[in-house]
């Protein structure tokens, strides 16, 4: 059996509307015959089968719009028909939820006290049986009836992010019982944003924007962001920049202050590598590879292009990895890989004159390193004050797996890299 | 290695036509019989309907006896977007291009036609931009060229739309794009100058070219017998 899963047409294109499908279930088709179209913006698109045999589902409608590479349908042999909407994995727990007892709405410590009396016939003993210790406790501990919580793991049970997200949430007041909702949707504001006949302009938000919006309530809420400020003296780096800009130049290359600093993070993350790692559920993922992100701003926007392997790069190679990726960010010239599997993300909102930013993690990483202005200051060195050129950097990190002392030392690390940057590095 | 891209001068075409001919174009272009395509015509007022109002009219206001008294034809196209007009004065181009290997982003495409169809507009001295959110070359908010756009295994088809000296007052006869509080215009009108429709899709080609990385192939024999058209 295959899969057919909604296309990737655009790196910044994060979902498709089905607006027809050109076969029914039960009909066969050869591969790379059209088999559906779809619409993003004002593009449409005929989208081939990716495979040979008989249409056996359709699981998204025509009008429905679901994320790239959601699986639309699927290809087999005549004997595997289905028909759409039935598929088993939407069925049980949902139905269960909508039991009498929900829609008394109990205070939490009778729903908390009841649980054990109900027969395991319900959705709410279903998700409770399968859902980690951990979990319970949490729901334990906080008094939470996991019932009420919308699971999105395995068979609709409950993770360690649900009830997290839903405890964040108020409790997930405001939501409907029955709602097959995810956890990270949006947060709908209190009042309404403005009233009728009040003087505003209103347009709908890009794929972008809603994209960037969405990542960055679900790093909020995934992540509890903890950061450390480090002051750095530039002299030296800002001396050497000056030495060997035009040497650089001449090898095609613009030298920046980001590409020292990414030079000395990639070193940084060697020696750590707890901050560049990712959380999957109960598991650390230490990432072997070191994919740096760079943070580029865009007119409505921002992406994150990655330098792919960046630790085997030397500051040459950093330098124009940067440099092309940038160009190729702002004129939208990234290929859709060049944005995806970063491993630590670097971010500079020094560029518009901020002294330090305080960033939110690009998810599922555990950090990010955000560069300010670097300006020119009195500092004092052996008791006399001299003027240099001083840089605020600032660690953000997902305290489940990154504590103050890692990052402490993290920052220690390319502090005195920095401060004392070797010229056989260049 | 630049690209060959044949330009089509096609004078005026029913949308009908232009549709059949753009159909068989692809087929064409897929099993690379022919290199990249742009088509340059114009069409008799004719207003179109996008995949998305296929089945529903509410944004042609008006009624189909004005349409008759008009001479404005009503169409359901295969290209996305809204409801929209062309009409004698309009530049339409309808590029049939592969974008593989390396163009395969469809916003990306959009975008460089915008892009081309701004620098066309500035050519003439008019300063046309995107407006977010919103498809298509804009002056303030009226609307100088739509874009709408459909893709076959990365063979594009459908395109643009320049108004250079159209009828405006046919808009009336729609919601253009199904967007309610922006207007129309045309380079005829920004200018104050009378345009010829050969000076602006001689530019059109320059810039197509330039913005596509395409060089120009002096087209073979008719792809289509002209009678036909």
Not at chain 1, 369 to 398: E, F, N, W, Y
């Amino acid at each position: 059996m295959t899969n057919v899963v909604m296309p990737q047409m655009g790196e910044s294109i994060a979902e498709g509307t089905i607006v027809r499908w050109i076969k029914k279930v039960g009909d066969s088709i050869d591969r790379d015959e059209p088999l559906f179209e779809i619409s993003t913006d004002k593009v449409d698109a005929e989208i081939p089968s990716p495979a040979a045999g008989v249409l056996t589902e359709i699981k998204v409608k025509e009008g429905e719009t679901v994320a790239v590479n959601s699986v639309v349908a699927t290809i087999g042999t005549a004997g595997e028909i289905r028909q759409s909407g039935v598929s088993a994995s939407t069925t049980v727990p949902e139905a269960a939820v909508g039991q009498p007892e929900a829609s008394d709405a109990p205070s939490p410590e009778d729903a908390a006290g009841d649980s054990d009396e109900t027969t395991s016939e319900t959705g709410e003993e279903l998700r409770r049986q399968k859902s980690s210790p951990l979990v319970r406790k949490i729901a334990q501990e906080h008094k939470v009836d996991l019932a009420q919580v919308h699971g999105t793991g395995l068979s609709g049970r409950v993770t360690k992010q649900d009830i997290l997200g839903y405890i964040q949430l108020g409790r997930g007041e405001a939501r409907p019982v029955t709602t097959g909702a995810p956890a990270h949707e949006p947060v709908v504001p209190a009042g309404p944003v403005y009233k009728p006949g009040e003087n505003v302009h209103v347009v709908p938000m890009s794929v972008m924007r809603k994209k960037i919006a969405e990542h960055m309530v679900l790093s909020a809420r995934t992540s509890p962001h903890v950061y450390s400020v480090y002051e750095v003296n530039f002299g030296r780096v800002a001396m050497l920049r000056d030495r060997k800009k035009a040497e650089y130049e001449a090898g095609g290359a613009k030298l920046t202050f980001t590409a020292f600093i990414a030079k000395v993070a990639i070193d940084a993350l060697r020696q750590f590598p707890v901050v560049n790692a990712s959380l999957d559920g109960d598991n650390i993922v230490y990432k072997k590879d070191i994919n740096l992100g760079i943070a580029v701003a865009l007119d409505n926007g921002l992406i994150v292009p990655v330098i792919r392997n960046a630790d085997e790069k030397n500051l040459l190679g950093l330098s124009r990895a940067i440099n092309d990726l940038a160009n190729r960010a702002r004129t939208k010239k990234l290929n859709p890989e060049e944005v995806q599997a970063g491993t630590f993300t670097i971010t500079n909102p020094g560029i518009f004159g901020a002294l330090y930013g305080m960033p939110l993690i690009n998810q599922p990483q555990v950090a990010i390193l955000g560069v300010g202005s670097i300006d020119k200051r009195a500092v004092v060195i052996d008791d006399a004050i001299a003027i240099r050129p001083v840089c605020h950097i600032t660690l953000g990190h997902d305290h489940r797996l990154v504590d103050g002392a890692d990052a402490g030392r993290f920052l220690a690390f390319v502090k005195e890299r920095l401060e004392n940057f070797d010229e056989a590095w260049m | 290695m630049t690209r060959l891209i044949e330009v089509q001068r096609l004078g005026i075409v029913s949308y009908s036509d232009a549709l059949e001919l753009q159909r068989q174009l692809v087929e064409l272009r897929k099993s690379g019989e022919i290199p990249d395509q742009l088509l340059l015509l114009e069409h008799p007022p004719v207003i179109t309907l996008g995949v998305k109002t296929r089945n529903d009219r509410s944004h042609v206001v008006a009624t189909p006896e004005t349409l008759q008294e008009e001479g404005v034809e009503v169409f359901e196209s295969g290209r996305g977007g809204d409801v929209t007009y062309h009409g004698p004065g309009q530049l339409v181009g309808y590029p049939i291009m592969d974008l593989r290997p390396d163009r395969c982003d469809v916003h990306r495409y959009v975008r460089d036609l915008e892009e081309m169809v701004i620098r066309v507009a500035a050519s003439f001295g008019v300063t046309a931009a995107r407006l977010p959110g919103l498809t298509g070359a804009w002056v303030g908010s009226d609307k100088l060229a739509a874009i709408g756009v459909r893709i076959a295994r990365w063979v594009t088809s459908h395109g643009f739309a320049l108004n250079v000296s159209t009828n405006l007052a046919h808009f009336n006869l729609i919601i253009p794009c199904g967007i309610t509080d922006k207007g129309v215009t045309s380079l005829e009108r920004l200018t104050g100058r009378n345009l010829g429709m050969d000076e602006v899709a001689d530019v059109t080609a320059r810039e197509f070219a330039a913005m596509f990385d395409r060089s120009f192939a002096t087209p073979s024999a008719p792809l289509v017998p002209q009678a036909h058209l």
